[in-house]
């Protein structure tokens, strides 16, 4: 089963909006990661935080994670036409176990 | 840029047949992954590798098996296709979990009829 859930499953807003989605998991993790992915693409890698830490940024993204309610949001600040895209929390499971399990995704669509 | 070449990114085939993905990379990452995609799903690991002939179970692995002789390919077998097996198939590479991302192939789209 998935370990990652997302909310919503789709978000619409206009461009220059800040988008936010959320993501909640199961079990003990060594690290989160976001992935983007556009419309028959494979997946990018976007931001990784680690489970000792409580935010991370790069560029617009702004990603937090919050271990003891096991989840996590990502958040796009002044959103632009081609940030529409698929968006994937996925989990890297405490314990060694080297595989990502990963969330339903969200879609993001940016209105022009 | 991973470098990873997934083959053949479309195919289509009939219930019953084999068929074999392959997964090249041209870095020598110790982890490569084989995941499926459908609607509703997400990705789902079926299986990965963490070295030469060295494999493990995802959480999708019935119907499917997986070989890699050398650091490079990472092959994905359907013995028998079926219709739930239509899907679209990507690779993945990476070093490890301390270390962190994955890099994707762009997929393989099978259609088993």
């Known amino acids: 089963s998935q370990q990652g859930e997302e909310d919503p499953q789709a978000l619409s807003i206009q461009e220059g909006e800040n988008a936010t989605m959320n993501c909640s998991y199961k079990t003990s993790i060594n690290n989160l990661q976001w992935y983007r992915q556009n419309s028959g693409r494979g997946l990018v890698h976007l931001i990784l935080?680690?489970?000792?830490?409580r935010e991370k940024h790069s560029g617009r993204l702004r990603v937090t994670l919050d271990t003891s309610k096991k989840s996590s949001s990502l958040l796009i600040t002044a959103s632009r036409a081609a940030d529409t895209a698929s968006y994937f929390c996925?989990?890297?499971?405490?314990?060694?176990?080297?595989?990502?399990?990963f969330g339903q995704g969200t879609r993001l669509t940016i209105n022009p | 840029d991973a470098g990873i070449t997934q083959s053949p990114r479309h195919k289509v085939t009939e219930t019953g047949t084999p068929v074999t993905l392959r997964c090249h990379q041209t870095e020598n990452h110790r982890y490569m992954y084989w995941y499926r995609q459908d609607p509703g799903h997400g990705l789902r690991l079926i299986h990965y590798?963490?070295?030469?002939?060295?494999?493990d179970k995802g959480e999708v692995s019935d119907g499917y098996s997986v070989s890699r002789s050398k650091t490079e390919d990472f092959l994905l077998t359907l013995e028998s296709a079926t219709s739930s097996q239509t899907s679209v198939y990507f690779c993945?590479?990476?070093?490890?979990?301390?270390?962190?991302?994955?890099?994707f192939g762009e997929g393989s789209r099978l259609t088993v009829l």
């Open positions: 590798s963490y070295g030469v002939k060295d494999t």
């Open positions: 996925a989990t890297a499971p405490a314990g060694g176990a080297q595989k990502l399990v």
């Open positions: 935080i680690r489970s000792n830490e």
């Open positions: 993945a590479n990476g070093q490890g979990y301390t270390t962190g991302e994955l890099f």
